[in-house]
């Protein structure tokens, strides 16, 4: 019996969360007992260069000790109280500094509950329904969320999941990617039915696919003009792409966004927040309910704390650019050279890369079409060299500050040893 033979024995799948069971690669997954850094050790004692840093959260790399102090002092004075306590206080003001668009915010503890609440914040203080979402962007896995969905879902090849009623999935109107015409079209339509739009506004859930500049400014009229509130999800860019997320980087303000992962820095944590007088109509202050047991935990918060304390030093975003840069065009002329087409991108330490010569990657269906087969075998090739991807053609990958110029050696050495293999 293998440890995923054990597993399967009692939790659905192997797995507590889809996209680890190795579905989209083939093979069993590996068990991790430990980590440090840039690095991963299996239960077998192998250890690998990680480039999944547990989906973003590990920015500043595993068990960094700022993060360890706080998480091993704060669970010393209690681990959660469900009454409020400063450090969530603390944690706000931070996020606010960094990310002035959000006002007001509320704790929670998923990136789905994050996105799930401020769908239906925008519902209730509009009093509309319909929302659009886009195909391939992945917001976690609410019901009105899981239409055309990426990561998981698609990886499964379920984008639009069963269990959703129909009567809630029409509420869901899907576009897609950076199709400029089909928003004009939708608000030509719908215009002040739309409660609100919901998007990454660097895509990482189909891969990694930047928005075109037009398309999200056009988005941005569109919104204002309709009365429509503009969802940014940064669960995943957000303090990834930038210190102050994919909003600072494209110069343009959404109404609310949703954050996550990084701002847990490991721990469950996560947000949504935006304009004051939005997140008014949230409870108590209004009459749209949500709510949760461990939202804000002291434990989580600072871990989350420590993190973007960390964040905040001068040349973190720029060095974390410049190594992650290094990696996916030193990727990009290996794969060249070995005459295996390979588009890649990068933003900040957020990084992807697609077997495709149809390149720059700016539609969903251009990852659709793009060789799946020849990612299963480099991701295999990648990870007998002891170098850790995403499992999952559909993903980005991360690059941590705890990455070196020697591990992006040691990764770029191994790669070349496998695309002479995949020629
Ligand atoms: P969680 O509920 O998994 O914390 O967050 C959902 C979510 C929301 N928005 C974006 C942009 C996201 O990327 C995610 C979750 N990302 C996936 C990986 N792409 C989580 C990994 C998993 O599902 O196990």
């Known amino acids: 019996m293998s440890l995923f033979d054990d597993a399967r024995e009692v939790i659905a799948g192997g ?96 990136g789905t509950e994050a996105t799930m609440s401020a769908i239906r914040l925008a519902r209730g203080h509009t009093g509309r329904d319909t929302i659009i979402k886009f195909e391939g962007c992945y ?88 009365g429509t509130v503009l969802i940014f999800d940064e669960v995943m860019t957000g303090f990834r792409v930038a210190k102050g997320g994919a909003q600072s980087l494209l110069g343009i303000e959404p109404d609310l966004t949703t954050l996550g992962k990084v701002i847990g820095g490991g721990m469950p944590a996560a947000a949504f927040g935006g304009k004051q007088t939005i997140m008014t109509s949230i409870a108590p202050d209004g009459p749209v309910y949500q709510a949760g047991t461990l939202s804000g935990n002291p434990v989580a918060m600072a871990a989350g704390l420590a993190t973007l304390e960390h964040l905040d030093r001068p040349g973190f975003y720029e060095s974390l650019d410049r190594l992650t840069g290094e990696f996916v065009s030193g990727l990009a002329e290996l794969a060249e050279a070995a005459g295996i087409p390979l588009a890649v991108e990068h933003a900040g330490g957020m990084f992807g890369f697609v077997f495709t010569e149809d390149a720059p990657i700016r539609r969903f269906e251009q990852v659709a079409a793009a060789d799946v087969e020849r990612f299963r075998a480099f991701f295999h090739g990648m990870l007998d060299e002891g170098i850790y991807l995403a499992p999952s053609a559909y993903e980005a990958g991360f690059v941590s500050a705890a990455h070196g110029d020697d591990e992006i050696a040691k990764t770029l050495d191994a790669a070349k040893r496998v695309f002479a293999k995949l020629r």
């Open 15 to 110: 797995v507590n969360s889809p996209v680890r069971a190795f579905a989209g690669v083939g093979g069993e997954p590996v068990f991790f007992k430990r980590a440090r850094g840039a690095w991963l050790e299996a239960e077998d004692g192998r250890r690998y260069i990680d480039y999944v840093g547990s989906w973003g959260p590990m920015i500043l790399g595993h068990t960094h000790p700022a993060v360890v102090e706080a998480v091993t002092e704060t669970t010393r004075q209690g681990m959660s109280f469900g009454a409020p306590c400063v450090l969530e206080t603390r944690m706000a003001e931070k996020i606010r500094a960094l990310m002035p668009s959000i006002e007001r915010l509320r704790m929670v503890s998923s």
């Open 139 to 226: 917001h976690g896995h609410s019901d009105s969320l899981l239409i055309k969905a990426g990561s998981g879902a698609l990886t499964l090849g379920v984008p639009s999941s069963p269990g959703v009623p129909a009567a809630l999935a029409e509420h869901t109107v899907t576009l897609d990617y950076n199709d400029t015409e089909a928003l004009d079209a939708a608000f030509e339509s719908l215009g002040e039915r739309i409660a609100c739009v919901i998007i990454e506004p660097i895509a990482g859930n189909m891969n990694m696919v930047p928005a075109e500049p037009g398309f999200l400014t056009r988005l941005r009229e569109l919104c204002s003009r309709a």
